[in-house]
Nanobody, 125 residues
Framework: VRLVESGGGLAQTGGSLSVSCAAS????????MGWFRQAPGKEREFVAA????????NYADSVKGRFTMSRVNAKNMVTLQMNSLKLDDTAVYFC???????????????????WGQGTQVTVSS
């Protein structure tokens, strides 16, 4: 399974950006998927996750109410809409998929076996 992120870029504090992830195989449509991020000098951290049908989502406390994760299985795609951006949101954002979970959207990065290469999100003041 290949995951390719797109979007991201530069935004000002309080602004919005979205990042998307396209999967190479339709089987990902039954996998839970997640977004993680890694800032310079920091460990990779959980951002959001979504179950296979999009009816269950899970968010890190730091992004709740600001970020929304969604998926369109017909397009093998997930999207992370990021609003009210903060300086601390600056990081490389990674898309991930796990074949071990379908109805549950796990927050632990060790549970995901497929990863994209990441896309940069930079928030400036």
């Amino acid at each position: 399974v290949r995951l390719v992120e797109s979007g991201g870029g530069l935004a000002q504090t309080g602004g919005s950006l979205s990042v998307s992830c396209a999967a190479s195989e339709k089987t990902v449509g039954i996998y839970a998927m997640g977004w993680f991020r890694q800032a310079p000098g920091k460990e990779r951290e959980f951002v959001a996750a979504i179950n296979w049908n999009g009816r269950s989502t899970n968010y890190a406390d730091s992004v709740k109410g600001r970020f929304t994760m969604s998926r369109v299985n017909a397009k093998n795609m997930v999207t992370l809409q990021m609003n009210s951006l903060k300086l601390d949101d600056t990081a490389v954002y990674f898309c991930a998929a796990t074949s071990h979970y379908t109805d549950y959207a796990p927050p632990a990065h060790g549970l995901y076996e497929y990863w994209g290469q990441g896309t940069q999100v930079t928030v400036s003041s």
